[in-house]
């Protein structure tokens, strides 16, 4: 073939030919996706501020004015004072600190519990989509029958029959998640691999895992992390029904849903103690969406090139 | 005319699946569509053969069935001797080396999350050629070049080219995998009509250069007159006419090329008034259940008694022009008495 190439051509076309070939540079494509991630300021925010969620919780205790066995019987109910930023609850506990330290439980078992679900519940879509047939069949009926258990009702199940603990509430959650992601996939795989790029990638010689790694995944990757944000609010939200049952985080680790439900016995004596658990869960089920959003967008070529344009016109006008 | 042909194509079927039997419904399940249904051609190097046809006639999947991206149910496709069907995977992936494929739908035939560039690589990587990343990326802004493309164009994303450009690209991927021989599935058909000749120019000299061979496919008989050393006219699934270019447009031996033939306007307007059209009626009849005898009978203007009970099989009207239709002979096969279909209909 190469030998080919120094055949005279008529073509009038190509330019700087017998010039150098002018070397066509690589630059790294996820630091483009990151540049239109930041310039888009909701995901932005919500970026940082799951970036301080993160940090609160791994510092936890640290962070916290009061330890966790800090209790004070003779402030019972105290509202929102300079000693106390969120007030105390029906044990005369700090509840900032509570929220603080409870930053840990609920976001590792959203965080794990939907990681795992994630990946496991898009593999089997991708199995059940693009190979179709009996396997089809068999996973995704498989995927109905856990589907068809009420989420929590599963979940409390399957952390009745292992014992409660962290782990099994987070597997339990990841359990009722998984076919969730794999029923979303699996419907995006069926029209993905119809698709006419497909086909071309197949007439070239590719191989199924390339197909499916390459060019079906990344095009299906937008409902997942559509998926992934909304999952994570979910989680733990469902955290909090099942320690509301008491087969969740167990007792004294303080969780954001667990204060939530104790906090509903004390409705009338103080509205803080089920306020600030609600917001904590809010502001990071709110940061997960605004970040997925602009992931999503960011992660989308066409997306990308419109968000440029605009940033490109925004700049121009301010100049 | 002796040499070895670099692929045939001998009496090659593709029937679909009519679909699912329900328990529901008593009886046979339906009737496969019958998508192509015995074609037979051969294409010698260097030379491109117009395969054309209304949509719907089996010409895009006979194009496929070559790749084998849809499995042929009978026949054979022999690709420089070797017999395509029997090919294992690897041997396949050879074969769709030395194959390429360019698709009628340039905004759909390039994956939207990749770039031009990556999309052009890929094809180096999957059949390992140009060693390493950096020898891959200046072989694809080459191959850019070659088609008429800026090299720089390749980190931008398929959207941000016009349809023409696209083309371009796809051709260049095409051209990647250093093939032999090219199907060409309605490359032209998607784009404006002043982008058109450009692209078929792109691909003629293309051909010149690096000697390729076509197989081009194509829905009218007017896109396939410059290219094509020899043209195939196919029906429902059947070719019915094979001839030298000239040859077809001098002398069509068949209603229905006559009929494609006819609907080519021409480029003068006493002409264009004074010429006789042949306007066919009805729609084509479905390929789940084709018409007894001759396929065409339910559109053709000069059906006569035959017609539903012979099958026409192609025969020899000229030199190299072969025809099926019982205008030049009843040459067929016999339909049995209780396989006649349609008879009001005729």
Known sequence: MSDQEQQPTDAPEPRGAG???????????????????????????????????????????????????????????????????????????????????????????????????????????????????????????????????????????LVAVFGPSLRNTMLAIAVVFTPIFARVVRGSVLSVREQLYVRAVRSLGAGDLRIVLRHVLPNVAAPVLVQTSLSLAFAILTEAALSYVGVGVQPPTPAWGSMLSDAQRYMAQGWWLSVFPGLAIFVTVMSFNLLGDGLRDALDPQQRSIIEARGAGAKDGDA | MSEEPLIAVDDLEVHFPGGPRSILRRGSPPPPVRAVDGVSFEIRRGETLGLVGESG?????????????????????????????????????????????????????????????????????????????????????????????????????????????????????????????????????????????????????????????????????AAVQHVSDRIAVMYLGRIVEQADREQLYRSPGHPYTQALLSAIPVPSPAHERERRRTLLEGDVPSPMDPPSGCRFRTRCPEVFEACGRVDPALQEVAEQHHVACLLHGEVGTEVPRSEHRDAART
Request: proline letters at 4%; a negative charge; glycine letters at 8%.
């Open chain 1, 19 to 157: 010039l150098e070939q002018p070397e066509i540079e690589h630059r790294p494509r996820w630091r483009e996706t990151l540049s239109v991630l930041m310039s888009n300021r909701l995901a932005a925010v919500g970026l940082v501020v799951l970036v301080v969620m993160v940090v609160t919780a791994i510092l936890g205790h640290r962070l916290a004015p009061y330890a966790l066995d800090a209790q004070d019987l003779t402030r019972r109910f105290d509202p929102p004072s300079a000693d106390h930023w969120f007030g105390t609850d029906d044990l005369g506990q700090d509840v900032f600190s509570r929220v603080v330290i409870g930053a840990r439980s609920s976001l590792l078992v959203a965080g794990v519990s939907v990681g795992i679900s994630m990946v496991v519940g898009t593999l089997l879509g991708l199995l059940a989509g693009y190979r179709g047939g009996w396997m089809d069949s068999t996973l995704m009926r498989t995927m109905d029958v856990l589907f068809a258990f009420p989420v929590v009702l599963l979940a409390i199940a």
């Open chain 2, 57 to 221: 006639c089996g010409k895009s999947t006979t194009g496929l069935a070559l790749l084998r991206l849809v499995e042929p149910t009978a026949g054979s496709v022999t690709f420089d001797g070797r017999d395509v069907r029997a090919l294992s995977r690897r041997e396949l992936r050879t074969l769709r080396r030395r194959v390429a494929m360019i698709f009628q739908d340039p905004y759909a035939s390039l994956d939207p999350r990749m770039t031009v560039g990556d999309a052009i690589t890929e094809a180096m990587v999957i059949h390992d050629l140009h060693g390493d990343g950096k020898g891959r990326r200046r072989r694809a802004g080459e191959l850019l070049e070659r088609v008429g493309l800026h090299p720089d164009v390749a980190e931008r994303y398929p959207h941000e080219f016009s349809g023409g450009q696209r083309q371009r690209v796809g051709i260049a991927r095409a051209l990647a995998v250093e093939p032999d021989f090219i199907v060409c599935d309605e490359p032209i058909a998607a784009l404006d009509v002043s982008i058109q000749a450009s692209v078929m120019n792109l691909l003629a000299e293309l051909q010149a250069d690096l000697g390729l061979t076509y197989l081009f496919i194509a829905h009218d008989l």
